[in-house]
């Protein structure tokens, strides 16, 4: 534990209680506040582990008499949540059997003869394991990074003697990137997609399906996963242009794990179930949250996944706990009145603009506030909520506003080496410097803003989502 982190923490969540609440806010929304003000501020400095924090938070709302056991329970019970958990039990498949290890083996046996046409194959893998992986941090370091390291060492591109730009750094910042993108293409892609889709819907109305956003972020994702890769080549080639001993290394590879086990078909035609199913089950009364308990169960019977499996996914447990505690508090924040009174406030200051001037401005600071957060999810539970509000009250299209803060909520991690889970993974190799972290970082999220907002923007007007 760290005792000044947790001071700080504290200290802070005493000031804002001890502030008369503003006129026409009722002591209990600015109670409620103070104490969320404080689990947001130690979900960034981290005194404690998230979950340890969340759950300090919910027992403060119990103990000051702001909200009773039953309220501060109720998160629990949120079908959202429980589509998160069972989407990591589900994922923890890929790494048993070697199904997500195989896939990437396979896109780099078949594009990897080329520095950049490696790139692209990792990307691949990445993409088609996205969907049912939520935890993103799990895809970048327990798939991608291994198979980046073993193509590195193939090429003699090590960390600490001069050969990092041979062909490390460039993979590694790539598949970085890449992460980014394709987190932000599916609902179930990153833990705190379905966090931005639950305080859509509490808050504003919004009803985002797995669907929905899939299509919405299709152009503009695609697009930027073919342009992403082009840029960094150009601004930090690799020194190696030509790799066709990655195609080899990748057939070896296959070779050694052998053809497709039993229990390897089964993931496979579970992850097309469960895909379908997000795809069309709402034609037939499936919901996204029933869809996950489906698959979960049909790898349970046929003996992929056992019960010490799922007692050890520690990553969804303490998803569960997390997730809980925010998105109660975020739901009482919003009936208590203080989201209402806050989107007022905020919406002086963009008074007199229209709304589509409105909605960039405050997107870019949303993006560029990511500086500020170490995690995405505390970015989502402390601003998500607000900023739709005051794009909704400015006249923004509701399920447009919701989209694009929430695609942003995972391409904003491009900034920093620390915004989100995947990021410190991939800078601990040691492969890229900070400075080159950074600056890359910059241009990238500008051309995400751009291609995001106009490119994206013409496909969701196709889409009539404005």
């Known amino acids: 534990m760290k005792f000044i982190p947790l001071l700080i923490t504290l200290a802070i969540g005493v000031i804002i209680w001890n502030i008369t609440p503003p006129s026409g806010l009722e002591p209990q929304a600015w109670q409620l506040f103070a104490i969320f003000v404080a689990t947001i ?17 919910l027992t403060a709302t119990v103990l000051t008499q702001t909200l009773t056991m039953g309220e501060a329970l ?60 939520p935890s993103n941090t799990a895809r970048a370091g327990g798939i991608i990074l291994p198979i980046i390291r073993s193509l590195s060492e193939t090429y003699g591109s090590r960390v600490g003697d001069g050969t ?12 970085f990137q890449g992460v980014n993108i394709t987190s932000a293409m599916f609902l179930t892609a990153m833990a705190a997609n379905p966090l931005a889709m639950s305080l859509a819907g509490e808050v504003a109305g ?8 899939m299509m919405a972020a299709l152009v503009p994702g695609i697009i930027s996963l073919i342009l992403i890769p082009l840029v960094i080549y150009k601004l930090y080639p690799p ?36 895909l379908g199913l997000w795809i069309f089950g709402s034609n037939v009364g499936i919901d996204a949250t029933t869809t996950a308990f489906i698959g979960l169960c049909t790898l349970l019977l046929v003996q992929v996944l056992n019960w010490d499996d799922i007692k ?16 109660m508090m975020a739901n009482f924040l919003n009936s208590l009145g203080m989201i209402p009174w806050f989107s007022g406030v905020m919406e002086g200051s963009v008074s007199g603009m229209s709304w589509m001037v409105a909605l960039v401005v405050l997107a870019v600071v949303y993006f560029y506030s990511h500086y500020f957060f170490a995690s995405n999810t505390a970015h989502v539970s402390a601003m998500y909520a607000a900023f739709l509000a ?29 915004g989100a889970g995947p990021a410190p993974v991939f800078f601990g190799t040691g492969f890229v410097s900070q400075n080159k972290w950074w600056s890359i970082g910059f241009l990238i999220s500008i051309i995400h803003i751009i291609v995001w907002l106009g490119i994206g923007g013409l496909w969701w007007k196709v889409l009539g989502l404005w």
């Open 41 to 57: 501020i130690g979900l960034i400095i981290k005194p404690m582990p998230m979950g340890v924090v969340a759950i300090f938070g």
């Open 74 to 133: 109720s998160g629990f019970s949120n079908t959202v949540i429980w589509l998160i958990v069972i989407a990591f039990f589900i994922s923890r498949g890929f790494i048993k059997t070697g199904l997500g290890t195989r896939v990437a083996y396979f896109f780099v046996m078949k594009f990897g003869k080329k520095t950049l046409g490696l790139s692209y194959s990792l990307l691949l893998s990445d993409l088609l394991l996205a969907p049912a992986m």
């Open 164 to 175: 990092e730009r041979k062909v490390g750094a460039f993979l590694t910042k790539v598949s």
């Open 206 to 213: 919004v009803n985002i399906t797995w669907t929905g956003w």
């Open 239 to 274: 020194e190696i242009k030509e790799t066709p001993g990655a195609s080899d290394l990748a057939k070896k590879k296959l070779q050694e794990m052998g053809p497709l086990k039993k229990a390897e078909w089964y993931m496979v035609g579970v992850f097309f179930l469960i």
């Open 312 to 327: 050890n996914e520690k990553g969804a447990w303490d998803t569960l706990v997390w997730f809980a505690a925010l998105v």
């Open 390 to 418: 005051v794009l909704i009250a400015v006249g923004a299209p509701p399920m447009m506003a919701a989209l694009l803060l929430a695609f942003f909520s995972s391409l904003f991690s491009c900034t920093t080496h620390y």
